[in-house]
């Protein structure tokens, strides 16, 4: 066996090979490390998020174009509020992780907010870390990181990642800060919202885990994120702290299961690549050599979802159903399966999934046979 960096350089070659000549690598933001993480079995989504290929821009090309992305009116409003929340050298943002998070510390007054410019996310992510470090020796005090960038391995690929902000506390423990432009209602905001902002934020966390484990000693990564929003109706920002443990515990565990991307890269096909210039019966070709896990799920988690929706409807695949359906079927994995498996043409009598269908298939009979042929009552 190669070498690890031979391997690394060789794993990096191929991802760009599959990428295509020329096209930069996409940068894995933690939404989509989130996504990728909610659907640990899906082979296709976990080659393309790890070659960097644009899927909105490979979906487009494939004919199915996704219906992703933010307004530019929300963005522009995001970007807006976050500049606030940070305008002053954060003072506002320190003041709500004091309040919220750490009120025995001394209020943060004079925190040190470090340059983080580099060249290349590997750059600033060394200088990240280099800032982290010497933070961390200088306790007593407040330091706000702004768009630090943190790496996470992600079957065996690294991925960069850029957390709105990250506090060290005057005790060393550090907080990922999620700036979000949803409003915060009499405290409490869309659970959804708060539950995706969380699922983010975990693997932020987990990111900086890794940072802290190279230290020593090694700094505590708190589990309790500040979460920033608009207060009420306007543009003030007020803030929740948010337990991320759970988020951080299924993450962690759907991550370690994604199958490594060099072997998925080693079964494909010599030649294989995701262009989105190639035609569009040649990407479909290469799309369609990875196996997908499609869910309904991925709708609202996955740019290729409608390209994948389509295949797995053609092929009749019971994963388009949803997942409670296709757990249900056990073995049974196409919808002709099934029918024939309760027609009893097919399958195991045996097998639990089996007989429940039969029995269903008898029951339906029976209720079409009584509505097909209603007993009429004699004319008086
Ligand atoms: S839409 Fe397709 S590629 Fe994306 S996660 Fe679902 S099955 Fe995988």
Request: some cysteine.
């Amino acid at each position: 066996m190669p070498p690890p960096r031979r391997r690394e350089k060789a794993l990096r070659h191929r991802l760009a090979e599959l990428r295509g000549p020329e096209i930069p690598a996409k940068a894995l933001d933690a939404r989509a490390l989130a996504a990728l993480a909610a659907n640990p079995g899906c082979r296709r989504r976990a080659i393309l998020d790890g070659a960097g290929v644009n899927k909105a821009a490979l979906a487009s090309a494939l004919g199915s174009p996704s219906v992703f992305g933010q307004s530019q009116f929300a963005f522009v409003r995001g970007n807006a509020f976050e500049a606030k929340v940070k305008a002053d050298g954060g003072t506002e943002l320190l003041r709500l992780a004091h309040e919220k998070l750490d009120r025995a510390a001394e209020p943060p007054a004079g925190a040190q907010v470090p340059d983080l410019t580099a060249q290349g996310p590997q750059g600033r992510t060394a200088r990240t870390e280099l800032a982290l470090r010497e933070a961390a020796e200088a306790s007593g005090t407040w330091t706000l990181l702004d768009h630090p960038m943190l790496a996470l391995d992600v079957a065996g690929s690294p991925a960069f990642l850029e957390p709105d902000a990250v506090v060290v506390h005057p005790d060393g423990s550090w907080t990922v800060v999620e700036i979000k432009s949803f409003p915060m209602l009499d405290g409490a905001a869309d659970p959804a919202k708060v539950g995706a902002a969380a699922r983010q934020a975990a693997v932020y966390v987990l990111a900086l885990e890794q940072v802290a484990a190279r230290l020593d000693p090694a700094p505590r990564v708190r589990h309790r994120i500040l979460l920033v929003c608009p207060k009420d109706f306007s543009n003030l920002p007020t803030a929740s702290a948010v337990d991320v443990r759970r988020q951080r515990a299924v993450t962690a565990r759907q991550l370690a299961r994604l199958t490594r991307i060099e072997e998925i890269a080693d079964a494909l096909p010599e030649g294989t690549c995701f262009s989105p210039e190639l035609p569009a019966e040649r990407l479909t070709e290469a799309v369609e050599s990875v196996p997908a896990t499609y869910a309904p799920e991925c709708l609202s988690a996955c740019e290729l979802a409608f390209h994948c929706r389509d295949s797995s409807r053609a092929a009749g695949a019971v994963t388009s159903l949803g997942r409670p359906v296709r757990a249900e079927l056990g073995g049974l994995t196409t919808v002709e399966d099934v029918l024939a498996a309760a027609r009893g043409e097919s399958g195991d009598p045996d097998d639990p999934a089996v007989a429940a269908l039969r029995r269903a298939a008898a029951l339906r009979a029976e209720a079409l046979a009584t509505t097909a042929a209603p007993e009429v009552a004699p004319c008086p």
